[in-house]
């Protein structure tokens, strides 16, 4: 008997994915659907051209894998074949050239009948009012032609992704953020219908609701684990259970206390937060003199924010006082803020961290929405509910702990930034990865900072914050686990303070670079931490951070500051240090003397 897709399951897989996607509800606009294997039974054809490929170029390989392939560039293939067999991957010109090939076997076959209860889910969509977006690993023109003779007006052909639309094909997220960028709307407002593990991949990691159909040899649960969040065996039965599913969507709700959306769509993102708040009476944007001139232009075709009344603070840490949170009490004083008022923090680090305390503090507390428009505000201040200023010289020393409603993160206004602000916050991604696994780290250390494709950027900052995210919500107040995302901050703030008093401030992800160095060198002392992996990221520091000078004259200073981390107490210096990545240990305490040896390691290191 064929499993069948019951209300409970549906509203089990509603809760699972508000949860791990930290959002309300699903609000379906649109649906973001594969052609192979989900609207026409091509599959076993595709598969047949490839085994005559193969066959041709002396390659052994077995029908079944060709629709675990699904999903990929033809090129993409043909590398990963090449490769496998010869060591070693054919040019661009000869992989089009080989693919030209198998598009000649699959159009020598019968092009592939429609999938059954495709044309049904497809009506279904359409009468719904879904916008229904084509996405599709395939080249394959024969097959793109048929699209609209055999479904009319279902897909507008600008509401198309093909392979030829991106750089990276599935498993790689890029084609559906493409699709929803197409269709204008955030991942928590779509739904993806899949068929093989590489699109349910790059669908799962685009942030969307997937909906997997085992339409092919694939088994069930390859497809679950590859992160479909609902799998059906066919079409027929989609058909059947999409009505129920649209209604129980309509009505679902997820009570959570930070919404975390990942999108460009930030028209989208800004009404489905609003909306996500219910009643308000006003709307206030604080945001800083330089985001301001660069950034607020992009969103003044937003409704929400065209009409806030604007309240604009000097740029810069030095400005992240509790003067500037007086300045701003007093305006939204004068101007009638109510407990109903909303707040929009647009801007860096110190935008998010004053503006959510201010909003978190004032009638005793109003909601807010973070709008990073900097990696290091994106990957760090604004998530995890701390929100604070300085005080006597000393970094986030009065503060409170208050949630934003919404954060918005988006890389479309890093262009506006320059090559050190983005180095700044990938620092914090490199201590993400330092926290999840040995993988993560390489995937970080492999990315160019330096010439950032923003694109790509996007996705790997998900993962990144959702690491963050994933530690805060396990321990809010930073009574145990949380302390894990101190890691490298201990002397990374005691680099930053150090700096501040010698009048020649550092930027925050810099000193917290150069902080994970030293801690790595005391993770290689106390834990055994590897010291070839020390070294990369290190060699990794140096390239793209240079280095903090210090002398052994500094280090009572630096020791001293350590002190008054808010991690160490009774004179003790407390850290958090790595054994292995992904292996943290929170509560270490350090001699004295072994930081100042783990201080020489690094200045040997970074060349000093």
Known sequence: MKNMVVPENIENALESYCRNHQCS???????LIDMDGVLYDSMPNHAKAWMNVCSDLGIDASYEEFFIYEGMTGAAIINLLHKRQFGMEVSAEEA???????????????AGTLMPGAAKVLRILADSGILRVLVTGSGQKSLLDKLNNDYPGIFKEDMQITAHDVKNGKPNPEPYLKGEQKANVIPQQCIVIENAPLG????????????????????????????????VDSMCMLAEMLPQFLEICSKYRYNVKQQIIFSNQLNSAIAYSMSSIGEYNKVFVITDENAEKCVLPLLNDIEAISVAEKIVIPAGESHKTLTTVESVWNLMQKSGATRKSVVINVGGGVVTDLGGFAASTFKRGMQFINIPTTLLGAVDAAVGGKTGINFNGYKNEIGVFREASSVIISTMFFSTLPVEELKSGYAEMLKHALLKSEDDLKKVLSYDIKNPDLFQLLPMLAESVNVKND??????????????????????????SLALNRNMPIPHGYAVAYGLVVELVLSHMKEGFDSSILRLVADFVSDNYGAFYITCDDYPEL?????????????????????APGNIKIGYVVK???VEIALDVYRDLLHI
């Open 25 to 31: 509800r699903l609000e379906i606009k649109a649906a």
């Open 200 to 231: 349910v991949k790059a669908a799962s990691a685009s942030g969307a609701f997937v909906i997997a159909v085992a339409t092919g040899p694939i088994p069930r649960w390859e497809l679950k684990e590859a992160g479909a969040d609902i799998v």
């Open 471 to 496: 530690t805060v919500l396990k321990d809010p107040y930073e009574t145990g686990l949380r302390k894990s995302l101190n890691l490298g901050h201990t002397v990374g703030h005691a680099f930053e």
């Open 96 to 110: 089009a050239r080989i693919y030209a090939i198998k598009a000649d076997y699959f159009k020598s076959y019968d």
């Open 592 to 594: 004295q003397a072994e």
């Open 559 to 579: 020791i001293s500051l350590m002190c008054h981390d808010k991690k160490s107490e009774n004179g003790e210096l407390n850290f958090s240090l790595l054994s």
